[in-house]
């Protein structure tokens, strides 16, 4: 049975290409994870890499899409071989258990791995200078402007918290947490 594999780093990012190409190979049962790829709690992975038996083919789009490393890629690749489960990486081509195709499993993993760590380099470089300018936040962006919260929390003067959630979008939560530092700011 030929199954297929597909993964997305994001919640906010599409499946669609992946699955697409890999019914386009003929994949039966089609297995899909949005986490990074750094993350080991991959569920989905875990469960496909379960039901393979000998004689299944594995699918993959690309070799980044199921290993985290060269280690990763590496050790996956030896249990599926150690299986009888062929993988086929569809911009590489089916990686065969032989001398020849561990060779080429091996270089094009040593190059993902490159790749993968030129990345990290460059987006540490990146946030190096961006730490620089005075007006750098880290984190995550946040959702309202502080002209909407100043407004939220004068709609709780007449309102209550619930009443001004469902007005404005913005939680309880959120508006105890802005009300508490506005009174600290006094």
């Given at each position: 049975m ?6 997305v780093?994001?919640?906010g990012?599409?499946?669609?290409a992946q699955i697409?190409a890999l019914?386009a190979?003929?994949?039966e ?9 750094t ?8 469960a496909?890499?379960s039901?393979?038996?000998?004689g299944?083919?594995l699918v993959?789009t690309?070799?980044?899409r199921?290993?985290?490393s060269a ?12 299986k009888g489960?062929r993988?086929?990486v ?5 990686i ?7 060779l080429i499993f091996?270089?094009f993993?040593?190059f993902?791995q490159?790749?993968?760590d030129?990345i ?22 946040k959702k309202?402007t502080s ?7 004068s709609?709780l003067?007449?309102n209550s918290y619930?009443q001004v959630?469902?007005m404005?979008?913005?939680?309880k ?10 009174r600290e700011?006094v």
């Amino acid at each position: 049975m030929r199954y297929g594999y597909a993964r997305v780093s994001t919640k906010g990012q599409d499946l669609t290409a992946q699955i697409e190409a890999l019914k386009a190979e003929g994949c039966e049962k089609i297995f899909h994870d949005k986490i990074t790829g750094t993350s080991t709690n991959r569920p989905q992975f875990k469960a496909l890499l379960s039901c393979l038996k000998e004689g299944d083919t594995l699918v993959v789009t690309k070799l980044d899409r199921f290993a985290r490393s060269a280690k990763d890629a590496t050790s996956i690749i030896e249990e599926l071989f150690a299986k009888g489960v062929r993988v086929h990486v569809l911009n590489i081509g089916v990686i065969e258990n032989t001398a020849t195709g561990n060779l080429i499993f091996n270089i094009f993993t040593a190059f993902a791995q490159f790749e993968r760590d030129m990345i990290v380099e460059r987006t540490q470089e990146g946030k190096a200078i961006a730490k620089l300018s005075p007006d750098f936040r880290e984190g995550r962006p946040k959702k309202f402007t502080s002209r909407q919260i100043d407004h939220a929390l004068s709609l709780l003067e007449t309102n209550s918290y619930t009443q001004v959630e469902s007005m404005t979008g913005i939680s309880k939560s959120t508006l105890i947490r802005e009300r508490k530092k506005q009174r600290e700011n006094v």
